[in-house]
Structures are given as structure tokens and as C-alpha cells.
């Protein structure tokens, strides 16, 4: 394995990383934002209020996109795989 291609295969493991956690990163960002403008808009300063919502959003996605999310790294893991499987030859 030459430099180009293990510089490749790191681009393509970062991007199926930012693939695979994105959804749910940005479930609980928009989540966090909405419920902060509710407290400070309210005044209502609970700290499970802040925790409970992001981890039911972030579950939600998890069922909604678990089946694309797992069907990404299994492809990217045999492909880690098959490329092993070259430079072993």
C-alpha cells in the first residue's frame, strides 16, 4: 500500500464517519437549540429538560436511519477487507 492509498482510504473513513454520525449530530443540535430558546424564552431552568428530549430524538433517528447507517459501514468494512485481501496476494 502506497502513500496515495492509505491517504484515500483515511478520506473515505472520515467521510463514512461524518456519513454515519450526521444524522443524529444534527437530531440533537436542532433538538438542544429548540429546547434552549424554550427555557430561556420561559425561564424554566430544569436540567433533564435539556437531556430527555435530545436522547429521544437521537434514539428516533437511530431506528429511522439504523438499517442505512449499518448498511454504510458494513460496505466500507468490506472494502477495508477486499483491499487487505489484494495487498495480501
Known amino acids: 500500500m502506497d502513500q496515495t492509498q ?4 483515511t478520506r473515505q ?3 463514512v464517519a461524518l456519513m454515519v454520525s450526521g444524522p443524529v449530530l444534527a437530531v440533537a443540535l436542532f433538538i438542544g ?3 434552549s430558546v424554550f427555557q ?3 425561564q424554566v431552568q430544569e436540567l433533564t429538560l435539556t437531556y ?3 436522547l429521544i ?3 428516533a433517528m437511530l431506528v429511522v436511519m439504523g438499517g442505512w447507517m449499518l448498511s454504510t459501514l ?3 468494512t468490506t472494502m477495508c ?3 487487505v485481501a489484494r495487498l495480501a496476494r
Open 6 to 9: 492509505a491517504i484515500d482510504l
Open 13 to 15: 473513513a472520515i467521510m
Open 33 to 35: 437549540v429548540v429546547v
Open 40 to 42: 430561556a424564552v420561559t
Open 52 to 54: 430527555v428530549p435530545k
Open 57 to 59: 430524538g437521537a434514539g
Open 74 to 76: 458494513v460496505g466500507f
Open 81 to 83: 477487507f477486499e483491499q
